[in-house]
Nanobody
Framework: QVQLVESGGGSVQPGGSLRLSCTPS????????MGWDRQAPGKRRELVAEIVSESRINYADSAKGRFTISTDNAKNTVFLQMNNLKPEDTGVYYC?????????WGQGTQVSVSS
């Protein structure tokens, strides 16, 4: 089972930016889908963004235009650049890897947006 190590969470004011990083224990190229999910307080975990293929990237409606998911193969890292953050973006962000029929999440990193 792949291991996922996340970093980059923190506390920011509305309108601020954060970049989350996720490094899997295996090559990104060997993983079918890499993505980020979010779990807000009292809510279900939901998709934020995922890379299905080079030509197919999915974003939650709330993330479109503000968040960008990308990979750096040389660093074997997946990034989530989050701009113009809003209080409703607050939650624990989990890196997710899908291999065949197995889904793995990282330990999560907290993002808090408040004034």
């Amino acid at each position: 089972q792949v291991q996922l190590v996340e970093s980059g969470g923190g506390s920011v004011q509305p309108g601020g930016s954060l970049r989350l990083s996720c490094t899997p224990s295996r090559s990104i190229s060997s993983i079918n889908i890499m993505g980020w999910d979010r779990q807000a307080p009292g809510k279900r975990r939901e998709l934020v963004a995922e890379i299905v293929s080079e030509s197919r990237i999915n974003y939650a409606d709330s993330a479109k235009g503000r968040f960008t998911i990308s990979t750096d193969n040389a660093k074997n890292t997946v990034f989530l650049q989050m701009n113009n953050l809003k209080p409703e973006d607050t939650g624990v962000y989990y890196c997710r890897a899908i291999e065949a029929s197995r889904t793995t999440w990282g330990q999560g990193t907290q993002v808090s947006v408040s004034s």
